[in-house]
Antibody, heavy 119, light 108 residues
Framework: EVQLVESGGGLVKPGGSLRLSCVGS????????MIWVRQAPGKGLEWVSS????????YYADSLKGRFTISRDNAKNSLYLQMNSLRAEDTAVYYC????????????WGQGTVVTVSS | DIQMTQSPSSLSASVGDRVTITCRTS??????LNWYQQKPGKAPKLLIY???TLQNGVPSRFSGSGSGTDFTLTISSLQPEDFATYYC??????????FGQGTRLEIK
């Protein structure tokens, strides 16, 4: 079964840091570009960051202003999101996803991990 | 940046109704437009990709059309399990992925 499982979410104080992980299984991890998407409570989906299959290309939403870093370790079938200088507005469910069978569309998603930034 | 305008933001309909949701982009994206369904507490589910291709396992009552800047998602006959929030998403470039604002489909 093709699967993505996120972890690493939790409660963090404003200004703090958190590292999210996304582990893939059931597919050749190193063959796929990957993205992080977040969803604030009661809000829509917001793209956060993308990484190419070999980590050659990294892209970020302008709103992040250099606070987040995406990376991956293909040997460990793992995707990461390092989040620094966290703000209340970063509170959200964070999802990872891949375009597995549907061209450039994202058809495999993790279950999400919850990040809460609060004092 | 490619701006996306999805409408309506909410919609009330009855089982059996035909429903159409539209998505307009600020510049041409060819057919790089995808549609997702999301239910509360769940991850998004891909319904339609490349504007009009039905994802495997998705019921045929869902269809997509359009190209360039104007796209539509149609549900031909609403079923109880279709009440959810729907998002369009452009995948013209992995460097800047954007989602529409979402359409909440509610039972009338």
């Amino acid at each position: 079964e093709v699967q993505l499982v996120e972890s690493g979410g939790g409660l963090v104080k404003p200004g703090g840091s958190l590292r999210l992980s996304c582990v893939g299984s059931g597919f050749t991890f190193s063959s796929y570009n990957m993205i992080w998407v977040r969803q604030a409570p009661g809000k829509g989906l917001e793209w956060v960051s993308s990484i190419s299959s070999s980590s050659s290309y990294l892209y970020y939403a302008d709103s992040l202003k250099g606070r987040f870093t995406i990376s991956r370790d293909n040997a460990k079938n793992s995707l990461y999101l390092q989040m620094n200088s966290l703000r209340a507005e970063d509170t959200a469910v964070y999802y990872c996803a891949i375009p597995y069978t549907a061209g450039e569309a994202f058809d495999i998603w993790g279950q999400g991990t919850v990040v809460t930034v609060s004092s | 940046d490619i701006q996306m305008t999805q409408s309506p933001s909410s919609l009330s309909a009855s089982v059996g109704d035909r429903v159409t949701i539209t998505c307009r982009t600020s510049q041409s994206i060819s057919n790089y437009l995808n549609w997702y369904q999301q239910k509360p507490g769940k991850a998004p589910k891909l319904l339609i990709y490349a504007a009009s291709t039905l994802q495997n396992g998705v019921p045929s009552r869902f269809s997509g059309s359009g190209s360039g800047t104007d796209f539509t998602l149609t549900i031909s006959s609403l079923q109880p399990e279709d009440f959810a929030t729907y998002y369009c998403q452009q995948s013209y470039s992995i460097s800047l992925i954007t989602f529409g604002q979402g359409t909440r489909l509610e039972i009338k």
